[in-house]
């Protein structure tokens, strides 16, 4: 179990987020993104594998040229 480091307080589960990203004039929302979450203040915690899935994601679903562009998470 891992401890927030933003209360200090709260426990880490295993749950989704939603990450929001903007570029240019494009926000592209990507839901259902695995993290841990703090049960006490809702931080979410998204690994480095994760991260970086979400970077490649949200710069393709940027040349899509739509104004907001929202998908779900997709591992690779
Ligand atoms: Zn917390």
Known sequence: MMKCVICKQGQTRQGTTTATFEKGEATIIIRLVP????????????????TKNLLETADYASKVGAQV????????
């Open 35 to 50: 993290a841990r979450i703090c049960k006490n203040c809702g931080e979410a915690y998204v690994d480095s594998v994760t």
């Open 69 to 76: 562009e929202i998908r779900n998470f997709k591992a690779a």
